[in-house]
T-cell receptor, first 116, second 112 residues
Framework: GAGVSQSPRYKVAKRGQDVALRCDPI?????LFWYQQALGQGPEFLTY????????KSGLPSDRFFAERPEGSVSTLKIQRTQQEDSAVYLC??????????????FGAGTRLSVL | KQEVTQIPAALSVPEGENLVLNCSFT??????LQWFRQDPGKGLTSLLL?????REQTSGRLNASLDKSSGRSTLYIAASQPGDSATYLC???????????FGEGTQLTVNP
């Protein structure tokens, strides 16, 4: 497909479980972003990749959150020992160029994580 | 740290009405200001992007303005339709980094 693809669309986890969320950006896009959107809130930045380099991870809420993009295309957001406050929609976005440019970010449909 | 605020949080109007959604941001050092639409359970659809050097952008019934010096943007929707019902988010791209900073959104309901 031509857009940003995220999987799974929905994930239910028991508290304490580890989860992995996948993002397939638009082919050839240099930049990839992860955002967290709590219910009724706007998305909040988690982390940013330019190709395979993670240039900004200042938005990750704790060391239980880890993201990678080893080959500069697909990215995985991993959450260890999930807690109820991790319940949110996790959005991935990609853009054609690198940091500091005036690009539109194209968003995927998100993964809705529910931690019970 | 950039902060983005949207007013009102929710808005309900009859079909056909013209309406204005407001967005304010605290740091004027931005590359651009973007308006998105989000339908329930869906991702974000970009509606309009205004570069920092621009004053407004138009697309169909939508018009977005930007006053960088006062830290404000507005989204004007003309002749609203029930299909316009959604949450509208504004987001600022700061020059200090790559992240978009979002407001909390305005939930719009257009009643037939």
């Amino acid at each position: 497909g031509a857009g940003v693809s995220q999987s799974p669309r929905y994930k239910v986890a028991k508290r304490g479980q580890d989860v992995a969320l996948r993002c397939d950006p638009i082919s050839g896009h240099v930049s990839l972003f992860w955002y967290q959107q709590a219910l009724g809130q706007g998305p909040e930045f988690l982390t940013y990749f330019q190709n395979e380099a993670q240039l900004d991870k200042s938005g990750l809420p704790s060391d239980r959150f880890f993201a990678e993009r080893p080959e500069g295309s697909v990215s995985t957001l991993k959450i260890q020992r999930t807690q109820q406050e991790d319940s949110a929609v996790y959005l991935c976005a990609s853009s054609p160029r690198g940091q500091g440019s005036k690009n539109i970010q194209y968003f995927g449909a998100g993964t809705r994580l529910s931690v019970l | 740290k950039q902060e983005v605020t949207q007013i009102p949080a929710a808005l309900s109007v009859p079909e056909g009405e013209n309406l204005v959604l407001n967005c304010s941001f605290t740091d004027s050092a931005i590359y651009n200001l973007q308006w998105f639409r989000q339908d329930p359970g869906k991702g974000l659809t970009s509606l309009l992007l205004i570069q920092s050097s621009q004053r407004e952008q138009t697309s169909g019934r939508l018009n977005a303005s930007l006053d960088k010096s006062s830290g404000r943007s507005t989204l004007y929707i003309a002749a609203s339709q029930p299909g316009d019902s959604a949450t509208y988010l504004c987001a600022a791209l700061s020059t200090s980094g790559s992240r978009l900073t979002f407001g909390e959104g305005t939930q719009l309901t257009v009643n037939p």
